[in-house]
C-alpha cells in the first residue's frame, strides 16, 4: 500500500436520523433500511441493522482503508444532526472537521463547527443570493462552506457572484458537480477561483451503474483536472450511503490502483488537497493490518 495521506472530504455521520425529502419524512426502519418519503430504500449497509451510523464506525473503516481524515458534511434527509457532531469532535477532533446545517428557517451554527453545509439544491429558495448571509458570516469567522448546487448550472452565476463578494471564503463544490448532469463542466470551472475546490463525494453513486473500477468516474476526474487543475480535487466517499454498493476500502482503491492517474496526482486527489484546504493539522496514516485474505 503506498504511503498516501488521505482524507475523505464527504461523509455522513447521525445517531437517530429524522430528516425529510421533499416535505415527507425520512426515518429508518431497521436492517440499515430507511423510509425515504415514502418508499422504503436501503440507506446502509445491512449490517449497520440498528440504523446508527455511528463515528466509530467511520473511524473502524477509515483504518481499514488507510484514511487518515474526514469531513463530515450534513443533509436534509438525516435530519440536523449537529449536536451528535459536536460530541464527536470531541472525542476525535484531530482526525475531523465538521459542519453544522444551514436551515433556512431556524438559522445555523457556527460556534465549535469547523464550516457548513448548504444543501442548495434542496432549498425552498434556489436563488443563493437571497441566503448571503450565510456566506458573509462564514468568511468573517475563518470558516468553510460546503455546498451541494443544483443539477448543471443552475445556480453557477449566483455562486460566482458569491465567490466575487467574498474572495478569502473557502469553498467547496459537492458531488464533482454532480458530473453525470449536462452543465457539470460550469460547476467544476467556480474552482479557477482560488478559494473554491470541488470534492468528489458520491462519485461512485453517480457512476454506479458501470460498477468498480469506474473507468467513467477516472475519466471525469481528468477532464476536471484539466478544467482547473488537480490541485483543485478532492476524494470524498460520501459514507455510509455509497457502501451499499461497494465497501469503503474499495471508494479509495479505485483510485490508489488506477494506472490513468500519475503518483503525484493521486497524492493530491486522495488527501493532500483536502488537508491544505480544510487546514488540518498533524494527520497520521493508519496502521496497516493484514487481513484474512
Known sequence: ???YLI??????????????????????????????????RQMMPPDMDDNRCT?????????????????VTQEYMDGNQDDYLLSCKEKYGKRMKICSLYEEKSGWKTE?????????????????????????????KGMFISVDLADGDIQVEQMQELISRYPHLRIAIGHFGMVTTEGWQRQ??????????????????????????????VDAILEA????????????SDYPRTMVALTYEMSVRFIRESNRLTEQEKRAFLGE?????????????????????
Open 7 to 40: 482524507v475523505d472530504a464527504h461523509t455522513h455521520l447521525w445517531e437517530r436520523q429524522a430528516g425529510t425529502v421533499d416535505g415527507c419524512p425520512v426515518f429508518s426502519v431497521g436492517g440499515g433500511k430507511s423510509n425515504f418519503g415514502g418508499e422504503i
Open 188 to 217: 467544476i470551472a467556480l474552482a479557477c477561483n482560488p478559494n473554491v475546490y470541488i470534492e468528489s463525494g458520491g462519485l461512485t453513486w453517480l457512476f454506479n451503474d458501470e460498477g468498480y473500477p469506474y473507468p467513467a468516474a
Open 225 to 236: 483536472a484539466d478544467i482547473c487543475g488537480m490541485e483543485k480535487l478532492m476524494w470524498g
Open 112 to 140: 465549535g463547527f469547523d464550516g457548513v453545509k448548504i444543501c442548495a439544491c434542496k432549498l425552498a429558495d434556489k436563488n443563493l443570493l437571497h441566503h448571503e448571509e450565510v456566506f458573509r458570516e462564514t468568511e468573517r
Open 273 to 293: 488537497n483536502a488537508i491544505r484546504f480544510y487546514h488540518f493539522g498533524q494527520l497520521e496514516k493508519p496502521q496497516h493490518i493484514a487481513n484474512m485474505l
Open 55 to 71: 463515528v466509530e464506525r467511520l473511524l473502524g473503516n477509515m483504518d481499514y482503508g488507510g484514511v487518515s481524515g474526514c469531513v
Open 1 to 3: 500500500m503506498k504511503n
